[in-house]
């Protein structure tokens, strides 16, 4: 098990940037792949990025793309969300997950269930 930390939330105007930061617990933070979520209120939790134990791969879903970049570090064991342009529907809570399960991540990486460690969350709130 690994313990996920968020940090970087907070109100922005559109059009602005915010950098989410999630920290993890433990020594083998590089056997995990990383990944972000989101859920805004009334909705669903959804896929907004992942990234590869290494960091040589990662995916993004289709609202993100351009606007968003994640990111690892792992000799400070922290995985990163850089947020540009944002826009109004980017408001939610977003959390960090990990998993070990490499096969799994393989196949379904923008799945919940795939990943087995989450974080508890951090507001991103985006004003028109």
């Known amino acids: 098990q690994v313990q996920l930390v968020e940090s970087g939330g907070g109100l922005v105007q559109a059009g602005g940037s915010l950098r989410l930061s999630c920290a993890a617990s433990?020594?083998?933070?590089?056997?995990?792949?990383m990944g972000w979520f989101r859920q805004a209120p009334g909705k669903e939790r959804e896929f907004v990025a992942a990234i590869t134990w290494s960091g040589g791969s990662t995916k993004y879903t289709d609202s993100v793309k351009g606007r968003f970049t994640i990111s690892r570090d792992n000799a400070k064991n922290t995985v990163s969300l850089q947020m540009n342009s944002l826009k109004p529907e980017d408001t939610a809570v977003y959390y960090c997950?990990?998993?070990?399960?490499?096969?799994?991540?393989?196949?379904?990486?923008?799945?919940?269930?795939?990943?087995?460690?989450w974080g508890q969350g951090t507001q991103v709130t985006v004003s028109s």
């Open positions: 997950a990990a998993t070990r399960i490499g096969t799994l991540y393989t196949k379904t990486p923008t799945r919940i269930s795939t990943y087995d460690n």
């Open positions: 433990g020594r083998t933070f590089s056997s995990y792949a």
